[in-house]
């Protein structure tokens, strides 16, 4: 079964608006990563959050983790067409101890059309 | 930094031949991971190393898939018979580590290799 869900699936937005990525996931978790996939390459990381964070800045991006409604969001301010790309949210499970997988979903397309 | 560099970038093959992906993670990276990636099932984990020694292989779908790390600077990916349904994008992705037991640094993929089975 799917641990992260991304939502929504894809989103088309104009240059210079903002754009807002979901992410719910089941289990507990020990950290949560976003990560960005260009067509035909591999993912690039953008930012971890730990679970015992609430919110964190990179430049453009924000990302806040609610971990009592086991959800993460991410903030694109300002969007360019460069920022045309899938956006995926993986999850790090806490298994009390036993070492857990990073987990991907299967992310948000995203357009930003100049 | 050249990344994590995988092999071949595209490989088309017939049913029933085997096929062998390579990857080079960066160097003095601890962590290896083998993901699959299709528009049905997204990203899947196959099997991870650490240190050389494969940690978890739940993933790998069956006995035709074999991986191995046979130094810190080389990993293959082996699918013998391969079958259509093999069909997707091949990832490896290395990291530092964890700290604690838990990822602390993150993953560096490499471009993939798009397998074709027909």
């Known amino acids: 079964s799917q641990q992260g869900e991304e939502d929504p699936q894809a989103l088309s937005i104009q240059e210079g608006e903002n754009a807002t990525m979901n992410c719910s996931y089941k289990t507990s978790i020990n950290n949560l990563q976003w990560y960005r996939q260009n067509s035909g390459r591999g993912l690039v990381h953008l930012i971890l959050i730990r679970s015992n964070e609430r919110e964190k800045h990179s430049g453009r991006l924000r990302v806040t983790l609610d971990t009592s409604k086991k959800s993460s969001s991410l903030l694109i301010t300002a969007s360019r067409a460069a920022d045309t790309a899938s956006y995926f949210c993986?999850?790090?499970?806490?298994?009390?101890?036993?070492?857990?997988?990073?987990?991907f979903g299967k992310g948000t397309k995203l357009s930003v059309k100049p | 930094d050249a990344g994590v560099i995988q092999s071949p970038r595209h490989e088309v093959t017939e049913m029933g031949q085997e096929v062998t992906l390579r990857c080079k993670p960066i160097?003095?990276?601890?962590?290896l991971f083998w993901y699959r990636q299709t528009m049905m099932r997204g990203l899947e984990l196959l099997i991870y190393?650490?240190?050389?020694?494969?940690?978890?292989d739940s993933g790998m779908p069956e006995d035709r898939f074999s991986a191995k790390m046979p130094n810190a600077s080389f990993s293959t990916l082996k699918i013998q018979p391969s079958e259509p349904r093999d069909s997707a994008v091949y990832f490896c992705?290395?990291?530092?580590?964890?700290?604690?037991?838990?990822?602390?640094?993150?993953?560096?993929f490499g471009n993939g290799t798009r397998l074709t089975v027909t």
């Open positions: 992705a290395s990291s530092l580590g964890r700290a604690g037991g838990v990822y602390n640094s993150p993953l560096h």
């Open positions: 993986a999850t790090e499970p806490n298994y009390g101890g036993s070492q857990g997988n990073l987990i």
């Open positions: 190393f650490n240190n050389n020694v494969p940690i978890d």
């Open positions: 160097s003095g990276h601890d962590y």
